[in-house]
T-cell receptor
Framework: NAGVTQTPKFRILKIGQSMTLQCAQD?????MYWYRQDPGMGLKLIYY???????DKGEVPNGYNVSRSTTEDFPLRLELAAPSQTSVYFC??????????????FGPGTRLTVL | GQQLNQSPQSMFIQEGEDVSMNCTSS?????WLWYKQDPGEGPVLLIA?????ELTSNGRLTAQFGITRKDSFLNISASIPSDVGIYFC????????????FGTGTRLQVTL
């Protein structure tokens, strides 16, 4: 299993540009999440999904959109990039039940800079 | 939004020493998780705790779920250089789509 994969690893955007951060998991997990991590801080939840076709807002959703058309993929869309969206973005997925194999697994992250 | 408070914020220790860190919350969680993050990487799950008072080990790591359900502790015994990184606690409540609330992190640096 590749686990959780994210692309791209790095990106620089100009203010007002748009982009999609890709996230995929091959563990057949129902739950998927997007977080952002600002320098020296913990992770904050942007959006999450409990299954294909179902998404909901997290703590900091403004300026972002998501979709979940398949179990495997959970892309995050920035429509009008702003400097405040400069951050590292992590995608995670989770299976059902308890145990180390079911809790949230994280991808390697996408480092985004908006200038 | 809530974030869990972790202490200490950072620590320098010598190789071979034991390390303790804790995490506190103003609200109750029914699951506590501990993650480690290396530079440029995503967090990696170390330990999961599901029951108040539970003590769980994973190699040199031991974590406890506080009896009040508002705190958790992580201990690392006989630290080694590869223990360097940022340790995050996270709390969750079942029935909330397993959304995690993360702590502010403890940065650990180990000197030889």
């Amino acid at each position: 299993n590749a686990g959780v994969t994210q692309t791209p690893k790095f990106r620089i955007l100009k203010i007002g540009q748009s982009m999609t951060l890709q996230c995929a998991q091959d563990m057949n997990h129902n739950y998927m999440y997007w977080y952002r991590q600002d320098p020296g801080m913990g992770l904050k939840l942007i959006y999450y999904s409990v299954g294909a076709g179902i998404t909901d807002k997290g703590e900091v959703p403004n300026g972002y959109n998501v979709s979940r058309s398949t179990t495997e993929d959970f892309p995050l869309r920035l429509e009008l990039a702003a400097p405040s969206q400069t951050s590292v973005y992590f995608c995670a997925s989770r299976g059902r039940g308890q145990g180390l194999n079911n809790e949230q697994f994280f991808g390697p992250g996408t480092r985004l800079t908006v200038l | 939004g809530q974030q869990l408070n972790q202490s200490p914020q950072s620590m320098f220790i010598q190789e071979g020493e034991d390390v303790s860190m804790n995490c506190t919350s103003s609200s109750i969680f029914n699951t506590w998780l501990w993650y480690k993050q290396d530079p440029g990487e995503g967090p990696v799950l170390l330990i999961a705790l599901y029951k108040a008072g539970e003590l769980t080990s994973n190699g040199r790591l031991t974590a406890q779920f506080g009896i009040t359900r508002k705190d958790s502790f992580l201990n690392i015994s006989a630290s080694i250089p590869s223990d360097v990184g940022i340790y995050f606690c996270a709390g969750l409540n079942t029935g909330t789509a397993s959304k995690l609330t993360f702590g502010t992190g403890t940065r650990l640096q180990v000197t030889l």
